[in-house]
């Protein structure tokens, strides 16, 4: 089989040379491209998902560990009444801080204090 004239000597040169205009006319760079995009992705998608899981466990606990403080109706009250902009600084930091980080997460706020202030029933389901 011969090869095309474009992968033969100086034509090879040139057009490894500018492999970004052949990539953008390659169909296989295009797929790895894509693949790479593709499974950033999903990575990302992974990782939101496996946080919500863990935001969902851990909340009722959050919710139980504040209740369970000397003064909790006490800051409960005052939890209501704080922007929810400040509510991250309304609980112990060790409450709403994600296994493996070191700052408070906001996610893990916001379901403790709906856990905290919902009514009873809505707390159920």
């Given at each position: 089989?011969?090869?095309?004239?474009?992968?033969?000597?100086?034509?090879?040169?040139?057009?490894?040379?500018?492999?970004?205009r052949w990539c953008?006319?390659?169909?296989?760079?295009?797929?790895?491209?894509?693949?790479?995009?593709?499974?950033?992705?999903?990575?990302?998608?992974?990782?939101?998902?496996?946080?919500?899981?863990?935001?969902?466990?851990?909340?009722?606990?959050?919710?139980?560990?504040?209740?369970?403080?000397?003064?909790?109706?006490?800051?409960?009250?005052?939890?209501?009444?704080?922007?929810?902009?400040?509510?991250?600084?309304?609980?112990?930091?060790?409450?709403?801080?994600?296994?493996?980080?070191?700052?408070?997460s906001s996610a893990?706020?916001?379901?403790?204090?709906?856990?905290?202030?919902?009514?009873?029933?809505?707390?159920?389901?």
């Amino acid at each position: 089989m011969q090869m095309p004239s474009m992968l033969e000597g100086e034509s090879l040169k040139r057009l490894l040379a500018r492999r970004s205009r052949w990539c953008r006319r390659n169909d296989l760079c295009w797929l790895l491209l894509g693949w790479l995009v593709a499974r950033s992705t999903a990575d990302k998608m992974a990782k939101e998902r496996s946080e919500l899981a863990v935001i969902a466990v851990l909340a009722p606990v959050c919710a139980d560990k504040f209740r369970a403080l000397p003064d909790a109706e006490a800051k409960q009250v005052a939890l209501s009444k704080v922007d929810s902009w400040k509510r991250r600084d309304e609980f112990p930091k060790e409450f709403v801080t994600l296994p493996g980080e070191s700052y408070p997460s906001s996610a893990l706020v916001h379901a403790c204090y709906t856990l905290l202030l919902a009514p009873k029933s809505a707390a159920i389901k």
